[in-house]
């Protein structure tokens, strides 16, 4: 479990094609308090250390992670927004956060608001019943509140707004109209819009 707020910004030092996809991250974590098989969120994306050095730690990205997740993640030189697990005690600055993509988004637009840019994503109709506006969303492993949601031809529109200091300290201080984000819905929506799909087939 993670809570979406991000503590470090990781390079991908190496990626090697193996049965998986071996990477090999650099960052500034004290590897010594992580555990082999610990869990750490990858641009919202939770994988499992594998092996670990001062400064870096190797992740194995399987095929269908790859295939559900943002395309140039996993390649050399990419940069990946990173959390360590969830401990008991610590602060929950953000929502609860599996680190399970629901699916990608595509950002459509970008305007200044403020001190602050307001960010267009386009997903999936399937996913847009799991948004609300007022609610949590996590955009590359980044809590965010969706400011407003709207109901398209070409999929669902929701919009969010970073603040200076979120673009500052992670990837999305990068962002720009067509690039490609790994999205995961609030955990209860995601359980209440089963519930009601598998209530909506019973009364059939």
Known sequence: MFTGIVTDIGTVRSAEERGDLRLTVGCGFDLGTVDLGASISCSGCCLTVVDKGQGWFAVDVSGETRSKTA??????????????ALRMGDELGGHMVTGHVDGLGEVIGTCPEGDSLRVGIRVSAAMGPMLAPKGSVTVDGVSLTVNDVRDEEDGTHFAINL?????????LGEIEAGRHLNVEVDILARYLDRMLAARSHQQR
């Open 71 to 84: 395309p140039g993640l996993w390649q050399e030189g990419a940069r990946l927004n990173l959390e360590r």
């Open 163 to 171: 603040i200076p200091h979120t673009g500052q300290h992670t990837t």
